[in-house]
């Protein structure tokens, strides 16, 4: 039987010059505040930072995003955490997660000090948050130019399905972050344009926030031409099996119950590879479940597979269109901005979608049937890959950043 299996991604496969900017280096430099909840943050971050050279970035964030743009040689800032997400059984807690982050309240003037020390320190000369909230204000207090970037622009629709207090902190807890954004002098939204756009539900309609918002195209790190597809990221010792399919977790424990479903699902189906990343503590029992805990990047692993399960984040899912990979999407109930991402790529007719609560193996089995047995999921999804291709986002974002960064320093 599998056990945890040994990844061969452990570091990052391309060197760093082929992804910078070969002329005009800046003489500034942009410093990256970025969020460590989930993946996307520092996948993005990511993108963008090895457009430029090292000297010209820092990066601060904390945790596992620490860690994993620590592996590829950047140069970072441990920061303190903003908040942490709560929940439990395939459902985010809004309720919990507001009581457990209550010291962030107390803490907040603390956690602005040290974003404007790691900023002074540093003599950044652009400040780009991304998922972090004390940034923005920082830099506002340094007189330093900031760019947000986000694929969520509005915020109450988190807050509609719960009580009428939480409605209430819900309708603040917007205005504060609209306000915020708008300290900002762009909003870079790293999807594809209207009417394309996969977070398009998740966008403030706000005339403050829709004139600073720019669409730059999915920010990934690699690029989708280069063959992907004609290398297997793992050793499958010889088995033949007529599909692949990769299941993205992360490290979120409430998503246990969907790897058990997937278990059920590779009992019926033994003729199909199921790749499981996730750093959590899993019991396999199935021989064709093959669980891959400390990788670093996902994408070699979607690039080969058939279709991919997952929630709907948003970094996963520019990746997955990028690639030109269909998949079944089931985000975490009550995680409104997953779910609004799954309705818009099912919209798209990329992607099937299933609600935790109704889930099932024989529901799950069906879904990944469809998926792999109708050509109209792939055929649109390259349709994707290939807009990708011609938009290249972090090309387009970098362009921008560089161009704040140089406008203190130009006369």
């Known amino acids: 039987m599998p056990g945890p299996a040994t990844p061969l991604i452990t570091a990052p496969a391309q060197a760093l010059e082929s992804y910078q900017i070969a002329a005009n280096p800046l003489d500034a430099k942009v410093y990256f505040s970025v969020s460590g909840e989930g993946l996307g943050h520092s996948s993005r971050a ?3 930072a090895r457009q430029f050279l090292p000297e010209n970035i820092i990066l601060g964030t904390y945790g596992y995003a620490l860690e994993r743009l ?6 970072c800032e441990s920061l303190t955490q903003e908040i942490k997400l709560c929940g439990a059984e395939g ?5 919990r997660t507001i009581v457990q982050n209550q010291a962030f309240a107390l803490q907040f003037n603390q956690l602005i000090q040290e974003e404007m020390d790691v900023m002074s320190r540093h003599r950044a000369s652009l400040v780009v948050a991304d998922g972090r909230l004390t940034p923005v204000i920082a830099a506002s207090r340094l007189s330093l130019p900031c760019v947000v970037l986000t694929n969520q622009s509005a915020f ?10 939480l409605k209430w902190f819900g309708q603040s807890f917007d205005w504060v972050m609209t306000l915020c954004m708008c300290g900002a002098e762009e909003i870079l939204i790293p999807d594809f344009p209207p009417p394309y756009t996969v977070c398009l539900h998740n966008l403030s309609q706000q005339p403050q926030v829709k004139k600073r918002t720019r669409f730059i195209g ?3 790190d690699f690029r989708p031409a280069e063959g992907l597809q004609q290398s297997s990221p793992i050793d499958l010792e010889g088995r033949a099996f007529r599909h692949r ?5 992360g490290g979120h424990e409430y998503r246990r119950p969907l790897f058990e479903a997937v278990q059920a699902v590779a009992r019926l189906l033994p003729d199909v590879a199921f790749d499981v990343l996730s750093p959590m503590r ?3 029992h199935c021989t064709n479940v093959f669980v891959y805990p400390d990788v670093v990047q996902s994408y070699p692993f979607f690039a080969v597979a058939d279709a991919v399960i997952t929630q709907a984040g948003h970094s996963t899912a520019m990746e997955l269109l990028s690639l030109g990979i269909p998949s079944v999407l089931v985000p975490d109930t009550k995680q409104i901005e997953q779910e609004n991402n799954a309705r818009r790529m099912v919209e798209l007719g990329v992607a099937v979608s299933l609600e935790y609560h109704r889930l099932n193996p024989e529901q799950l089995r069906q879904a990944l049937h469809n998926i792999l047995s109708q050509p109209l999921y792939k055929a649109n999804a390259l349709r994707f890959a290939e807009m990708a291709q011609r938009l290249q986002g972090a090309k387009q974002g970098a362009g921008v950043l ?3 960064a140089k406008r203190l320093s130009a006369y």
């Open 156 to 165: 109450y629709p988190f807050f509609e399905q719960d009580s009428p207090l």
């Open 218 to 220: 999915p920010l990934v």
């Open 402 to 404: 560089s161009h704040y």
């Open 91 to 95: 459902t985010f807690d809004v309720g």
């Open 245 to 249: 399919v990769t299941v993205s977790l």
């Open 46 to 48: 990511l993108a963008l």
């Open 70 to 75: 620590q592996a590829y040689d950047l140069p």
């Open 282 to 284: 899993l019991n396999v």
